[in-house]
């Protein structure tokens, strides 16, 4: 099996050129499709997204669906990032931008929970969340040291380590 790996700028000319058909995105040089978005799926982020925003008070702003740039061979395109605020036109936000990425997991949880968490550690994020939606589950990992560690997360809300006034109702999500 050859396996052909792209750096960013060959990744956008690929999508320029038309030959990106589908939803994907750039994780270590290799383009993976991205699964399709369930009502489930879709109702969690538009919750989640309005929750933070609510909540913001320009102290982040709230990136849904959007790369982020971690490196010359990687670009995900993680379901929820909160982010320094600014504007973001010559890049797109990297790790020392970036407050928090969450993944929400109704068919991907297995990736979620091992090559992006892997991803998203040895990038420098210092806040990762796996939803997963059919456990009705929040996973939270933290950065310490050169890892994403899994810290406790509580029954009913769970908020961002870098702004702990921000609240999301876990009730909300999967009630």
Do not use: C
């Amino acid at each position: 099996m050859t396996t052909h790996r792209f750096n960013v700028t060959e990744y956008y000319r690929l999508g320029e050129l038309g030959l990106l058909d589908q939803r994907t995105e750039l994780i270590e040089g290799i383009i993976v499709d991205m699964e399709p978005i369930g009502p489930w799926h879709a109702s969690i982020g538009d919750i989640l997204s309005k929750l933070f925003i609510e909540q913001a008070q320009d102290r982040y702003k709230v990136r849904v669906q959007y790369p982020i740039d971690l490196g010359p061979q990687s670009q995900p395109q993680p379901d929820l990032v909160l982010y320094r605020p600014g504007t973001y036109r010559d890049r797109h936000p990297n790790p020392a931008d970036i407050f928090l990425v969450v993944e929400i997991s109704d068919r991907t949880l297995e990736f979620d929970l091992n090559e992006k968490r892997a991803l998203y550690a040895n990038a420098g994020i210092a806040e990762y969340w796996v939803i997963d939606v059919k456990s009705k589950q929040v996973q939270a990992f933290v950065r310490d040291g050169n890892e994403l560690k899994q810290a406790p997360t509580p029954a009913s809300r769970i908020s961002p380590k870098a702004f702990p006034d921000v609240n999301v109702d876990l009730s909300q999500l999967f009630g």
